[in-house]
């Protein structure tokens, strides 16, 4: 019973609420990005490229062969798959990679720049009356020594 109590209580901590929120919601954004990839960004680079799909481009490497067979159904030479480079699918795959990259990346800078303020701000508190004080005297005793 003690494993599953400490499990309990790190369930309950947040720790894995917060990787449970975050894994769904980076699968989705997954898909909202795949989608946005292969209906609008694809398209229109395939018709700036002069009307290429690219989510059928391939590069063969070697042709399939059917499989021979002779007049009794024996087969004597079997079925040689296709065997080929896909390119074009790989082309998709990055313009999906660099946009989630793109995202993440304006987050993280959004993040860190929510950070500095927050570290500016807790940097310079704002001085007690003692300090304020002896601010006073200190600009006092200036003006009598001049």
Known sequence: MGMLKEFREFAVRG?????????????????????????????LIGMLTGGVDFSDKIW???DA??????????????AVAQVAVKYGAFTTNLFDFIVVSFCVFLVIQTINRMKRKDVAAAASPEA????????EIRDALKKTEE
């Open 15 to 43: 720790n894995l609420l917060d990787i449970a929120v975050a894994f769904v919601m980076g699968a989705s954004f997954g898909k909202i990005v795949t989608s946005f990839v292969d209906g609008i960004v694809m398209p």
């Open 60 to 62: 063969i490497l070697k």
């Open 65 to 78: 062969a059917p499989a021979v067979k002779d007049i009794s159904g024996k087969v004597i030479t079997p």
């Open 128 to 135: 007690s009356n003692a300090d304020k004080l002896l601010a």
